[in-house]
């Protein structure tokens, strides 16, 4: 059991880091066991560097930096323990476009053998999105799911988003 | 794909049959402040088999239970179902279609159904820990809950590994 | 001084229901003492009802209404007890376009007496401030000021934001 | 208008000198993440007189000092400057204009000043009494911090009414 919390370990530190140079296009992470002899109980430190910064406490990043970061483990949880669903709502919330892009590429990837549902107020993302559902409240208090059919141009689209909206 | 919709009925703010059709790839969802998209992933959470309210942002399960409006009364059971492709048969049940119901009655009366026959929660879950979703602690991840991913004590963290062990 | 708590909360409970009613459009909110016999020790509930919903407490509310709900706490406060200058950090990250819309009318209005200096990730906030400062990491890791102008035209606008993102 | 201008020199990711002019009305601060936006924010509670390096997204107070990157050495001193409009004489100083700076040496050393002479911390935050933000502890709302407004305890709730009256 020791030896299975060390594999997980190790095999998370590595997607972690892959995953964090992807979403931020380099840097560096690391995982610290805070007592490394006594792997069953110890606790683990989290550390990430955004390139051209320093490596530092995850404490100290931007609230989108940490956002970001936080997607990484999840993703990197994801690649060490598959789930062939993923629901995600809202996580995108504190980032700017670029770095939601980035983070729709990598959804992009990772659809291919997973389904994702994912809420969001962020046009991208949902521009990202094979298919679009909107949810309406016209009767106070009554949500109803409606299908938006997904065009070819991003101005029909963002129509359709406001009628939701 | 696993999912091949979620359907609702009476759970929080759904009073109407709502059939959310899943497909491959990235399905988004999108709509207003308060509309009732979170109340859609809570629904998923539910019929999976999360016994805790407070997980649902609720206080009581009853919560769940669509509560009226100020022109609509209340309902008295809560139904959610989801349905499964199973043509590869990785869930251990001898239909290429699977479908989990979770019902709960404002008496306080539940009821799971696995295609239609009543079942206890036990074999219920037992479903889903094969389908891999059960054990995957984060194929849901709830709104504002992707920074207490990165946020928690050491302790806790090791708990994150741990269930990926 | 138990005096004065009962003035305070009075005081606030009015421009809280009043600031409510503005950013939702109508409904009504509740503050109630736990323990109205102990003022001194009471510990404090809210509720809340948007317009056309059921009054709830307000942990039962979408993760937008509650932060429109925080904020109409907060311009209560500011209210009942104002200051020269508010510096608000990405109070919009929740809020759809329509209630950022109702935010910034209510910034607008407050403006009059108070310095605002509002930090956003959101296009309608930044194009209802009358300055507009970008800052940029050009060089890794070190942070510059830009004072964009603020166009006539949203287009420009949204060109100099992407500039500068 | 209050605050006429923030100026920041080796604050955070601030090395070089960075005046932030305020006007009357909404002044609105946009970036990609982790740009240095929500420095500006710490810089202002900081020289505002917060001994709580927590609350500055700090472990000790020694890391708002600029610490360096990949090309660029770090520094010794961190200084901001808070400079007010006193037409109306309403702070207790007799000049139009008043000049609020605070340093932090890596030696650990405080100075605070006030028109560039040294004065004692408690004669720093006299002033910032007398202008009502010391008094509203809600004039610096920071990031991800709305939400919790709402999410607190009965108890620490009350504390937020105690403030006001
Ligand atoms: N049992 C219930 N009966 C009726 N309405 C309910 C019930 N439970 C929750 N609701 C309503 O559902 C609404 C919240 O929906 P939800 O959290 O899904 O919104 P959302 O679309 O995710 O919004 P946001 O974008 O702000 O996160 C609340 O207004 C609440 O009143
Ligand atoms: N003492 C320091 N020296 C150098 N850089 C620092 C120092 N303290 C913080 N930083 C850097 O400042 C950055 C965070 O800046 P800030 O929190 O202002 O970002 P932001 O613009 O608010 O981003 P977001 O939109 O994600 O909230 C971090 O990358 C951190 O490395
Ligand atoms: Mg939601
Ligand atoms: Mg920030």
């Given at each position: 059991s020791s030896t299975l919390f060390r594999q997980a370990f190790d095999d998370i530190r590595t997607e972690f880091q892959a995953m964090f140079r992807r979403l931020f296009g380099?840097?560096?992470?690391?995982?610290?066991?805070?007592?490394?002899?006594?792997?069953l109980e110890s606790g683990i430190e989290f550390y990430a560097q955004p390139p051209g910064k320093k490596l530092e406490n995850i404490t100290l990043l931007s609230g989108g930096e940490r956002a970001l970061t936080a997607v990484s483990l999840l993703f990197a949880l994801y690649r060490v323990r598959p789930s062939p669903f993923c629901i995600l709502d809202e996580i995108d919330a504190a980032l700017d476009d670029e770095n939601v892009g980035r983070l729709v590429e990598l959804l992009?990837?990772?659809?291919?053998?997973?389904?994702?549902?994912?809420?969001?107020?962020?046009?991208?993302?949902?521009?990202?999105?094979?298919?679009?559902?909107?949810?309406?409240?016209?009767?106070?208090?009554?949500?109803?799911?409606?299908?938006?059919?997904?065009?070819?141009?991003?101005?029909?689209?963002?129509?359709?988003?406001?009628?939701?909206? | 794909a696993l999912i091949k919709r979620?359907?609702?009925?009476?759970?929080?703010?759904?009073?109407?049959?709502?059939?959310?059709?899943?497909?491959?790839?990235?399905?988004?969802?999108?709509g207003p402040n308060g509309c009732g998209k979170s109340n859609v992933v809570d629904a998923v959470r539910w019929v999976l088999g999360e016994q805790n309210p407070r997980a649902l942002r609720a206080e009581r399960m009853e919560d769940v239970i669509f509560g009226g409006t100020e022109s609509r009364s209340r309902v008295s059971v809560a139904e959610v179902t989801l349905v499964m492709d199973n043509h590869d048969r990785s869930l251990p049940v001898d239909v290429s279609e699977v479908e989990v119901r979770r019902r709960l009655y404002r008496s306080g009366e539940s009821e799971y159904l696995v295609n239609r026959q009543v079942v206890r929660l036990r074999d219920m879950r037992e479903i889903f820990l094969d389908t891999g979703v059960g054990k995957n602690a984060y194929s849901v991840m709830e709104q504002g809950r992707i920074d207490l991913l990165l946020a928690a004590k050491p302790e806790e963290r090791r708990q994150v590994f741990e269930e990926a062990a």
């Open positions: 380099g840097g560096r992470t690391e995982l610290k066991l805070t007592d490394p002899d006594a792997l992009t990837e990772f659809s291919a053998d997973t389904q994702f549902l994912v809420v969001t107020h962020n046009k991208r993302t949902a521009a990202g999105a094979s298919h679009l559902f909107g949810i309406t409240m016209e009767e106070q208090g009554v949500s109803r799911l409606v299908t938006l059919r997904l065009p070819a141009s991003e101005r029909a689209e963002e129509r359709e988003l406001a009628e939701v909206h | 979620v359907e609702l009925l009476g759970f929080k703010s759904f009073p109407e049959r709502t059939v959310v059709d899943f497909s491959a790839g990235i399905s988004a969802v999108v």
